[in-house]
């Protein structure tokens, strides 16, 4: 069974600093990941989308990457912002999506 | 993107009656849609898995007769809590997945409270 591990739990970082998200899993079969933002409140968010053949994307401030054989996806985010507050998810899917339980990232002004 | 919508985004209802919660996707077709609950600070539980033209497929634990399901379009999918009890209140999510654009669309949400 797949599990989804996140770390760490809770974050909060000054605004400007670089920051890593850390995701790791226990089954390195092919599977696509996915990290998503979800705000209070709200639904979630796409990020990004790393394909099994993939080893990393790129959007804006984001990168994620992706390393099956060590079974670790990490989510960098470049010169932080307060906006960038929310909690981080990261997911692993064939059939359907597994979650990690999230980290909670504050950024303070 | 994809776009998934869901509606209502809230509702109240009172102990006993019956809550939908519609979800749509709207720019692509969707023959699998899955429903999750969230309960405060933790992360998302899938319930179900919506199947379009056949029945769902519910996850361990998950009432079949209580949480109903309805796939009846590529683009809809019905989540229908019933005979509501405020232990079910909860946030309530459906996503789709494009297989054309890949990944998963997450609808925004609905608060259900039953009081």
């Known amino acids: 069974k797949q599990e989804v591990t996140q770390i760490p739990a809770a974050l909060s970082v000054p605004e400007g600093e670089n920051l890593v998200l850390n995701c790791s899993f226990t089954?390195?079969?092919?599977?696509?990941l996915q990290w998503f933002r979800q705000d209070p409140g709200k639904g979630l968010t796409s990020l990004l989308l790393?394909?099994?053949?993939?080893r990393e994307q790129t959007s804006g401030r984001l990168n994620a990457s992706l390393d099956k054989s060590s079974g670790r996806s990490t989510l960098y985010i470049a010169a932080s912002q307060p906006g960038d507050s929310a909690t981080y998810l990261c997911?692993?899917?064939?059939?359907?999506?597994?979650f990690g339980a999230g980290t909670i990232l504050r950024v303070k002004s | 993107g994809a776009v998934v919508s869901q509606h209502p985004s809230r509702v109240i209802c009172k102990s006993g009656t019956s809550v939908k919660i519609e979800c749509r996707s709207l720019d692509f077709q969707a023959t699998t849609m899955f429903w999750y609950r969230q309960f405060p600070k933790q992360s998302l539980m899938l319930m179900a898995t919506s199947n379009e033209g056949s029945k769902a497929t519910y996850e361990q634990g998950v009432e079949k007769d209580k949480f109903l399901i309805n796939h009846a379009s590529l683009t809809l999918s019905t989540l229908t809590v019933t005979s509501a009890h405020p232990e079910d209140s909860s946030f309530y999510i459906c996503?789709?997945?494009?297989?054309?654009?890949?990944?998963?669309?997450f609808g925004s949400g609905t608060r259900l409270t039953v009081v």
């Open positions: 997911a692993l899917y064939g059939n359907k999506l597994v």
């Open positions: 089954d390195s079969a092919i599977y696509n």
């Open positions: 790393i394909q099994s053949s993939q």
């Open positions: 996503s789709a997945r494009d297989f054309d654009r890949g990944g998963y669309t």
